[in-house]
């Protein structure tokens, strides 16, 4: 046998290492930290509200504040990530969001309030085009549907548990102690990301079969690294695929689904549910775990029809357009009284909700070599549009009717249209070439 025979022979024989799992850990635990600092806004709202004197319409303004500058970054803060590569942008993305939720603590009134969700919104902007960028690179395709969950339950996992000890800190230390917290946490884990975040051919524990079993699965390993220069008109060119449009549709609608939850969803059960604090952080944790579970079994679903040989088509685009159907059963929320039974239909469509944020996954599958942080700034852009609409709509809605019914009515209304998306508009499961 030739020496590089032998070489082959070796690395097939070797058991790949799980480095990847790690950097996997490392982007879920962001995932979290960032959901934490966006979020913590909308258990602060029934007690911000009175203190600051903000009504339901203007408190619509302020949850969608945070998008409007989020979903404007998300195509330079692709392009960033693509220049400077996910280790530094990654690292400057939870530093600086992190100082801006500690400085919520010492907002005064709407100004200030309004001024630090957008500077949020900027800073946050680069951390989900990371995440699909961290997958693309680091895992194959039969693994990616999976690590997306494993990440993506980082939005649902830390309100799913922390809810009962943040109402607990609500109740006894006010709002003010929510940023202070999940500020400083961010922070810690800046110290911990650029310890141990590398890329692959980097990371001294991924061995020579890890690296072999990426690649030769569609990863992209050779094109990790730093890239080239700023080029916009590359923005231009994805658009014209009828596959983005249609990704960015669907993601649009489903997270409308998971806005609700994020932003009006205390609020819902504190006024028109009539609930104490102490109640809603019971009740609140049960919808988070149901997405928490959903991400991780549609994951678990698209990988396993992928590995038993059904095209991409069928294994990425199923578990999605259940979800958004399913989703839409939120408006049956109206017609029930008990709030048991409230709870168990929000927590089915939270469920099908976190079944569709497979939408990642598309991402890491069709975006090109190379431009993985602007394919997933243009989706990013797309999916929180919705959260610039969403709580407005919301916000608008309950203001003139006094009632959350047709609110419910608008968020199952838009998932459905994001099925519809999935189902006629994204078309074939490929990575696209310029």
Request: charged share 10%; glycine share 12%.
């Amino acid at each position: 046998m030739s020496d590089t025979g032998t070489i082959h022979a070796s690395i097939s024989a070797a058991r790949p290492s799980h480095a990847r799992f790690a950097m996997l850990g490392l982007i879920a635990t962001g995932t979290l930290v960032n959901y934490l600092d966006r979020t913590i806004l909308g258990i602060a709202a029934p007690a911000l509200t009175k203190d600051l004197a903000i009504n339901a319409a203007v408190m619509g303004i302020v949850f969608s504040a945070f998008s409007w500058s989020y979903a404007a970054s998300q195509i330079p803060g692709g392009l960033f990530l693509d220049r400077f590569g996910t280790r530094l942008t990654y690292a400057l993305s939870v530093g600086f969001w992190s100082l801006f939720t500690l400085l919520h603590a010492a907002v005064g009134g709407l100004a200030s309030l309004l001024g630090l969700r957008l500077a949020l919104g900027i800073a946050e902007a680069p951390c989900f085009p990371a995440n699909s960028r961290v997958v693309a690179t680091w895992f194959p395709q039969s693994e990616r549907a999976f690590a997306t969950g494993v990440y993506t339950v980082g939005e649902y996992i830390g309100l799913a548990f922390l809810s009962p000890v943040l109402f607990w800190l609500l109740a006894h230390y006010g709002w003010r102690s929510l940023f202070v917290v999940c500020g400083m946490l961010g922070l810690a884990f800046v110290l911990l990301w650029l310890a141990k975040y590398r890329e692959p051919r980097d990371h001294k524990g991924a061995n020579a079969a890890e690296l072999a079993l990426i690649a030769d699965g569609g990863g992209l390993v050779a094109n990790a690294g730093k890239g080239g220069r700023l080029d916009w008109s590359k923005a231009g060119q994805l658009l014209r695929y009828r596959r983005m449009w249609g990704i960015c549709i669907g993601q649009f609608a489903g997270n409308s689904t998971l806005v609700f939850f994020l932003t009006w969803f205390p609020t819902y059960l504190a006024t028109e549910r009539h609930m104490a604090f102490l109640k809603i952080g019971f009740y609140a944790v049960l919808p988070f775990i149901a997405a928490s579970v959903g991400v991780l079994f549609g994951g678990w679903w698209s990988d396993t029809m992928l590995r038993r040989g059904l095209s991409a088509n069928v294994a990425r685009k199923t578990p999605i357009i259940t979800g958004l159907l399913l989703a839409s059963t939120i408006i049956a929320a109206n017609f029930v009284q008990s709030d048991a039974a409230v709870i168990t239909i929000l927590s089915v469509a939270f469920f099908a909700q976190g079944m569709a944020a497979l939408g990642w996954t598309l991402v890491s599958d069709i975006a090109p070599a190379g431009m993985l942080g602007l394919t997933g700034g243009i989706f990013n852009l797309a999916a929180n549009l919705a959260g610039i609409v969403t709580p407005l709509a919301i916000g608008v809605i309950v203001a003139a009717t006094g009632s959350f019914f047709y609110a419910l009515a608008f968020v199952g209304g838009l998932a459905l249209i994001g099925a519809l998306a999935y189902i006629f508009v994204v078309g074939d499961v490929k990575r696209i070439v310029l």
